[in-house]
């Protein structure tokens, strides 16, 4: 069990007042806040860094006061000075810009340029991306684009020593001062950005810490990327908020996880995309899959004080295996983005594969037309008998929109997003009611429906069944052309390392799985791409425009091809004989043009 919270003097919710508060109180003052490698920052260390790296911002960009806010972008990686920049733009009244590090040519320049930041800090090796967009930046002046180790040796310069303690700035802060903009993925069009104002991000801390239960030792482990929600508020701001501490690493990789909980001590992990299943791979690799040996070395090693994880996208047969493994108290799966208008938290005891009880009563499953979905039916096998009827899009019915406080200078986005009443999340989902309770259950995005044979199912869905496979840690579905009407499914799956794909076995579990695993019959897949790797998001999600882009074109797609036939008991290679006599089938129907847009 967590320690209670530390119980700090009344402070308004500004993360300027709370970063304050925290250094002045006796019990944190001298507490670890901050650890990175052999690096340590107390809350009394984190608070004359944000001071000082908020006198620097006023001395490059002038005082904030009553104008509009200075705004400082960021392409960075985990770091301290990350944190503490975060820590100087509360301080000063700033808005701070999380630029994500993948970004790269027109789309980081048309970022920049949106955000009207007029000091960058960006990672060293990234220098070169940002230097083939240079002339295209229009607010940015060149003394005002630095490394990461030219902002530190512009902070001695500029203000004195790290040892220097200053008193805040003055400068104009509330609770509705916008802190820091978030961005989307951005898949698809520029990203969009995120409001996240003073009283959002503490908001975030307190309910998260008190809806898992951390306290003062809590020790967070942020591998995720800070300029992303998930570990801003799911980690720091959680264990800002009661007194904690946080382990960083640059980036998220499988095979530092373990060393580095065990190091920090680390308590709560939080995770987005995929890396449940890079961790439960590297763990596999290191101990050869012996269970024995993972139970001695991992799960019930004195180092390891891992007790929760706090996240979204992972499976429930990852989640079975990674509390088992890790030796978790419990795994609150969530649902929720960065714009904060809807979140539900999955407990122990919830339905298997949902991702928690929906508690506001204004968050409903609608329809197309705005009708309300039916809750979900489950059949003998478990299966929805009455999909189409159940799944709809997950939004919010109310005059007001939670924690959303709308897209950064993107009034279309804005009015997109909330229209007539109503928050549209873009998400497909379906409830199950139990006990009078209702469940939410995540069945993708709304442009991640797959329509088949006059039906519309989520492509999300399929990925999780096919990733059921002892052999298949992640797969994504997809949509791609049919010569007769609307889409046939395509799948790209990714094995296990070692691990060679069998066809036969593979139609024969896909078999299995409509007969007692919960899949529809017109969710088998028509092709499969069997990949090396995939691409992703910079939040570790995988990229699927791209896969969707090339669908089964062998012209286009290097990695093995297999599909089938009506009457085919096994999947068959892909050839491109095959490929052009579909050509031809396509060509007959007047429907070319789909393969080659």
């Known amino acids: 069990m967590s320690s209670a919270p530390m119980q700090f003097p009344p402070a308004p919710l500004t993360v300027r007042d709370q970063i304050r508060v925290r250094a002045e109180f006796p019990a944190s003052a001298d507490k670890v806040f901050l650890m990175h490698d052999a690096r340590r920052v107390t809350y009394r260390g984190f608070r004359d860094e944000s001071s000082r790296v908020a006198h620097f911002l006023n001395g490059r960009l002038g005082k904030s006061g009553d104008a509009a806010p200075p705004h400082v972008a960021m392409l960075l990686e985990n770091h301290v000075e990350l944190l503490t920049l975060y820590g100087g733009c509360a301080v000063a009244g700033a808005t701070l810009f999380g630029v994500n590090t993948g970004l790269r040519g027109e789309t980081l320049a048309g970022v920049l340029n949106q955000s009207r930041s007029r000091l960058l800090v960006v990672e060293e090796k990234l220098q070169p991306e940002v230097e083939r967009i240079r002339r295209d930046l229009r607010q940015i002046a060149p003394e005002n684009l630095m490394t990461l ?93 009661v007194g904690g501490a946080v382990g960083l690493r640059e980036r998220f990789s499988g095979s530092r996880f373990v060393p580095d909980v065990f190091e920090y001590g680390s308590t709560v992990w939080n995770y987005v995309g995929e890396p449940v299943h890079y961790v439960l791979a590297a763990i596999e690799r290191e101990y050869g899959g012996d269970e024995a040996r993972i139970r001695r070395e991992v799960t019930e090693h004195p180092r390891n004080k891992l007790r929760h994880a706090v996240g979204n996208g992972a ?14 108290e419990d795994m609150f799966e ?48 478990g299966k929805i008998a009455n999909y189409d009827a159940a799944v709809g899009e997950i939004c919010r019915v109310s005059t007001d929109t939670g924690l959303f406080q709308g897209y950064f200078d993107n009034a279309e986005a804005n009015a997109s997003k909330y229209r007539e009443g109503t928050y549209h999340s873009g998400d497909l989902g379906h409830v199950l009611v139990r006990d009078g309770k209702r469940f939410l259950f995540f069945d993708g995005r709304t442009d991640d429906w797959i329509r088949k044979d006059g039906e519309n199912f989520s492509a999300l869905q399929v990925a999780r069944l096919l990733s059921e496979h002892p052999d298949v840690p992640l797969a994504a579905a997809y949509g791609v052309p049919c010569s007769v009407s609307d889409e046939l499914v395509m799948a790209a799956i990714k094995l296990r390392e070692g691990a060679h794909f069998d066809p036969k076995s593979f139609f024969d579990f896909c078999e299995r799985q409509i007969s007692a695993g919960g899949m529809d019959r017109k969710w088998f897949p028509d092709f499969l791409r069997v990949v090396r790797d995939f691409e992703y998001t910079g939040t570790q999600k995988v990229l699927v425009r791209e896969l969707k882009r090339v669908h089964f074109d062998p012209r286009r797609v290097s990695d093995p091809l297999y599909f089938r036939e009506r009457g085919d008991s ?27 847009r």
Not at 167 to 191: C, E, R
Not at 320 to 326: A, P, Q, T
Not at 352 to 377: F, H, K, N, Y
């Open 149 to 241: 180790p030219e902002f530190v040796a512009a902070l001695d310069a500029e203000v004195g020593p790290a040892a220097k303690a200053l008193p805040f700035p003055d400068a104009k802060v509330t609770p509705q001062t916008n802190l820091m903009v978030i961005y989307t993925s951005g898949t698809t069009g520029l990203p969009k950005g995120i409001n996240n104002n003073h009283f959002k991000l503490c908001a975030t801390g307190i309910g998260v810490s008190q809806n898992t239960g951390m306290g003062q030792d809590t020790i967070g482990y942020a591998c995720m990327p800070l300029f992303h929600s998930n570990s801003m508020f799911v980690c720091l701001m959680p264990c800002f908020w």
């Open 315 to 328: 499976s429930p047969v990852d989640i079975d295996k990674f509390v088992k493994w890790l030796g978790l």
């Open 334 to 381: 969530l649902y929720g983005s960065t714009e904060a208008a809807i979140s539900t938290m999955r407990r122990k005891g919830d339905p298997r594969g949902s991702v928690g009880e929906v508690t506001d009563a204004q968050v409903r499953i609608l329809r197309e037309d705005g009708r309300e979905c039916a809750p979900a039916e489950l059949d003998a096998d």
């Open 570 to 596: 096994s999947f068959r290679p892909f050839t491109a004989a095959d490929w052009d006599r579909l050509r031809e089938v396509f060509r007959k129907a007047e429907r070319l043009n789909l393969l080659e």
